[in-house]
C-alpha cells in the first residue's frame, strides 16, 4: 500500500509556523521546504501559486481552527466576562508556550503582505470576519445590541492581535491580562449602553 504524502500538510504546518515567527515576507520558499522537510517538487505539485498559496491555506486553517474555538466557548455557556477572559488566557498561554518568540501567525502575515498577494488578503479577510462573527454572535446572545456586539467583536480582535505582538516585544504575558480587563471594561460599558 502506497504511502499517502503529508508534504501539503507539512508546508502549511511550517509556514504557520514560521509566518508565526517572523512574518510573511520574512520566510522564503527554501525555508519551508527544510522546515517541512518536504522536496522542492512538492511545493509546485501542492501548492501551484507558491508561496502565496501556502500563506493563504495557513491562515484559512488557523483561521477555522480559532473560529472553532470561540463556537465552542461560547457553547460552553460561559458569561462574556470569562468568555474574554478565557480568550486572553489562552493567548497568554501560546505566548509563553513560544516563549515570547512568536506572535499569532494572523498578525505576522497580515503586516507583511504585499498589494499584489491578492489571495492572501483575502483569506486573511475572510479569517477574520470569520472571528468576528462568532464574537460577535456570542456577545449578543450574552445580553449585547446587535451593533454594539458587532463593534465588541471588531475591538476584541485588535486587543488580541494586539496583546500578541507587544507579548513577544515584551517577552511578558502582561499585555493580554491587560487587553482582557480592558475588553470586560469595554463590555460592562456596552451592557450599560
Known amino acids: 500500500m502506497a504511502k499517502i504524502s503529508s508534504a501539503r500538510e507539512d508546508l502549511i504546518n511550517a509556514a504557520v509556523e514560521l509566518f508565526g515567527e517572523r512574518g510573511y515576507e520574512g520566510v522564503g520558499v527554501a525555508e519551508l521546504l527544510t522546515k517541512a522537510n518536504a522536496p522542492r517538487g512538492s511545493l509546485y505539485f501542492h501548492f501551484p501559486g507558491g508561496k502565496e498559496q501556502i500563506g493563504a491555506e495557513a491562515v484559512t486553517r488557523v483561521g477555522a481552527e480559532v473560529a472553532t474555538r470561540f463556537r465552542a466557548l461560547h457553547d460552553s455557556g460561559v458569561d ?18 513560544r516563549e515570547y518568540k512568536a506572535s499569532c501567525p494572523m498578525a ?6 504585499g498589494v499584489r498577494d491578492v489571495n492572501l ?3 486573511v479577510r475572510t479569517a477574520f470576519a470569520s472571528w468576528e462573527r462568532e ?10 445590541k446587535a451593533k454594539d456586539a458587532e463593534a465588541f467583536a471588531s475591538a476584541m480582535i485588535a486587543a488580541m492581535e494586539g496583546a500578541m ?29
Open 135 to 144: 464574537i460577535a454572535h456570542a456577545a449578543q446572545a450574552r445580553g449585547l
Open 165 to 193: 505582538i507587544v507579548s513577544k516585544a515584551q517577552a511578558s504575558s502582561a499585555p493580554h491580562i491587560n487587553a482582557s480587563k480592558a475588553l470586560q471594561a469595554l463590555a460592562a460599558a456596552l451592557r450599560t449602553n
Open 121 to 123: 488578503a483575502e483569506a
Open 108 to 113: 505576522a502575515v497580515t503586516s507583511g503582505f
Open 80 to 97: 462574556l466576562d470569562t468568555f474574554i477572559e478565557q480568550v486572553f488566557k489562552t493567548t497568554a498561554k501560546e505566548s509563553k508556550m
